[in-house]
């Protein structure tokens, strides 16, 4: 079954940190970029980061810029995110997704690039 699978959420007190993990299974892509959104409720999928399909080039929401270090390692379909000195406003079900393209980097921070969603991990920041 190809399928990309989320873990790392949970429970945070502000400035604190978590470190999500994506694995896929079924697939390869290491030619793919990759990318983290996220949803909280009540508001829409927004982009938060995203890694070329060679690790080389890396992309950040502005709101996460300087706090979260995406990363990835093909050998291991896997890819990161560090989230370090978080906040209220961080809470949110936080999802991985595969580019559809093979080596592009287009539209990365638009939902329509991605063809493969994780189910999500939830990610809630106490004030």
């Known amino acids: 079954q190809v399928q990309l699978v989320e873990s790392g959420g949970g429970l945070v007190q502000a400035g604190g940190s978590l470190k999500l993990s994506c694995v896929g299974s079924g697939l390869a892509f290491s030619n793919n970029a990759l990318a983290w959104f996220r949803q909280a409720p009540g508001k829409e999928r927004e982009f938060v980061a995203a890694?070329?399909?060679?690790?080389?080039?890396?992309s950040y929401s502005d709101s996460v810029k300087g706090r979260f270090t995406i990363s990835r390692d093909n050998a291991q379909i896997t890819q990161w995110l560090q989230m370090n000195s978080l906040n209220p406003s961080d809470t949110a079900v936080y999802y991985c997704a595969k580019h559809g393209s093979l080596w592009r980097w287009d539209n990365v921070g638009s939902p329509n690039a991605y063809d493969l969603w994780g189910q999500g991990t939830q990610v809630t920041v106490s004030s």
């Open positions: 890694i070329s399909w060679n690790g080389k080039t890396t």
